[in-house]
């Protein structure tokens, strides 16, 4: 009966957020003040930030993905990315913009059997809205399909791009109006 991803869907190589949310706990007596933030970072965000709080802002070309958050980090900002693609077992990637989490189809078992877990693959898009459904349990893509198109060639324009992306670029190519 032990879930050790809480209310979260999946697991370890999921799709769903189980496999993939983690908290992030920061500690520097003086620079942090003690709460909680919902700010979307990632983990290659690390990079960007720490470079700049050591006071050496990277160039495009030396911080791949990351981006600079150290705002969020230090809780002196609750907003954090805009977007961020997050990628599953088999190179599956899927895309959180905000509370909306959207999972192309893809083939694929829909249960890992050696690992008694959902694997998020559907051979219909998914769509989520966390703020209301935090396990993931309410496919939302058939009543909002402008949102799974706006997504989807969100998702596809990242993943063809070729050098980094920056928030204000994602920012540009999204229109957050599209439902």
């Given amino acids: 009966t032990h879930r050790p991803a809480g209310p979260l869907r999946?697991?370890?190589?999921?799709?769903?957020?189980?496999?993939?949310?983690?908290?992030?706990?920061?500690?520097?007596?003086?620079?942090?003040?003690?709460?909680?933030?919902?700010?979307?970072?990632?983990?290659?965000?690390?990079?960007?930030?720490?470079?700049?709080?050591?006071?050496k802002?990277?160039?495009?070309?030396?911080?791949?993905?990351?981006?600079?958050m150290a705002?969020?980090?230090?809780?002196?900002?609750?907003?954090?990315?805009?977007?961020?693609?997050?990628?599953?077992?088999?190179?599956?990637?899927?895309?959180?913009?905000?509370?909306?989490?959207?999972?192309?189809?893809?083939p694929g078992p829909e249960h890992f059997g050696d690992k008694n877990m959902e694997s998020g693959n559907s051979n219909e898009p998914q769509l989520y809205d966390l703020s209301a459904d935090i396990g993931q349990r309410e496919n939302l893509a058939s009543t909002y399909p402008g949102r799974v198109e706006a997504m989807s060639e969100l998702l596809a324009a990242i993943r063809e791009r070729r050098s980094p992306i920056t928030q204000e670029e994602l920012s540009r190519n999204n229109n957050p109006n599209k439902n």
């Fill in 71 to 106: 705002d969020a980090i230090l809780g002196k900002s609750r907003q954090g990315r805009d977007h961020l693609v997050t990628e599953g077992f088999g190179a599956k990637t899927l895309l959180r913009e905000g509370s909306w989490v959207f999972i192309p189809a893809y």
């Fill in 10 to 55: 999946g697991g370890k190589y999921s799709l769903f957020d189980g496999g993939t949310r983690v908290p992030a706990i920061v500690w520097a007596p003086g620079l942090v003040q003690p709460g909680e933030s919902g700010a979307l970072l990632s983990q290659v965000d690390f990079l960007a930030s720490f470079a700049h709080l050591a006071g």
């Fill in 57 to 68: 802002d990277l160039a495009p070309s030396e911080q791949a993905d990351s981006l600079q």
